[in-house]
């Protein structure tokens, strides 16, 4: 194969063998022609080896571009989710408003001073609200959740359903002050987690210096942080399946941070629904909150379509000397074998006094 260095050389050794045939053909030449001629004839011959030793030029193949390896999505992490709702393990009963509802009225279950309230009704004109009275609570605890059947006394009079926000309260600290709160809005048919917020109190400020005890005046910022759910730390809320008036709450024990022990209390609320203003009575004076009660105070005001409860403790006995902890009941009021064993419980007792803020009665 013919290359340029090929083609160089050739060119050079034509141009010597021509002058050699001219040499020939021609006269004699001087010395000094000869000398020049051979000079030449050097030159020529060594430009051919210089040329010869040169090394053709590399010609790199353009790299062919590798094809970008596809990004590879990493798995989505998989939700802890509830399953089915265990045997309840206990019944916390709240006073019914219904039983007087026809007269715009309560007679036992609220004392704002203390923060417990049993006022499902409008403000001033007082209207029953059966979707916002708490008559009892279910708990069962599971083995990744912790539910909570929350049942009022019906649905909403203004076409139907579960029209207010309803949410489960927790004192881990063991302080008489709530440090965490779910609050659910508008329940669906199936567990999930939309309309399910979770609040913490970063500033502990919930309740104030004395928490569910009144203190007028004071203005922290309750409920100032609302916490990220993730696949373990969560809560869902449905619609109970057998029971249209019921909401299910189902909190993990991951966000709880896996307490042995704590309090835990119910909430329905259709007025203020501001965690960040809790405790509520620490926002406003008895008589600007009004009272569901008839007296001085009656009828409800600012503080109204509210009910809530006492808080029941888990992992630790029920002694009643926590503030806000449900009071052990009275003895039964009929004899064995009678009939329906009956008792009158205090299901809470005044933070400012020692008498009983809230009787219930409860039968076998």
Known sequence: ???????HALLILFFITSIMLVSCAAPEKSEKEIAAEQTLSAIYAQQT???????????EEAPIDAEEPEPVEEPEATWLE???IPEVNRTLADSNSSYNAWEHKATQGDNFLDSLYERPFTSEVMDYRPDLDITEVDFAPG?????????????????GGLKGMYGIEFDR??????????????????????????????NRDVGGLKPLVAETGFNGSGYDLVHE????ENAYAR????????????????LLGTPDEFL????????????????YNDRMGPSAAGSPILGEDYPVKALYNLDNTCRLPYGLPQTGLVTGMCKIGLPPTSEPGSGPTCRQVCLRRCATSDACCEWGEVCN
């Open 82 to 84: 509830p399953g089915e």
């Open 239 to 254: 619609i109970d399946p057998e029971d249209g008036n019921a909401v299910q709450i189902a909190v993990s024990y991951s």
């Open 49 to 59: 080896a210089q040329a010869a030793a040169v090394p053709e030029p590399v010609v």
């Open 143 to 159: 083995e990744y959740y912790l539910y909570f059947t929350i049942r009022l006394y019906g649905m909403n009079m203004d076409g």
């Open 264 to 279: 835990w209390g119910a909430w329905a609320d259709d007025g203020l629904v501001d965690p960040a203003q809790f405790d």
């Open 1 to 7: 194969m013919y290359t340029k260095k090929t083609n």
């Open 173 to 202: 600290t063991l302080t008489g002050r709530g440090d965490l709160l779910v609050w659910v809005s508008n329940p669906a048919k199936e567990w999930t987690t939309a309309d399910v917020t979770v609040y913490l109190d970063d």
């Open 229 to 232: 759910m993730n696949e373990i």
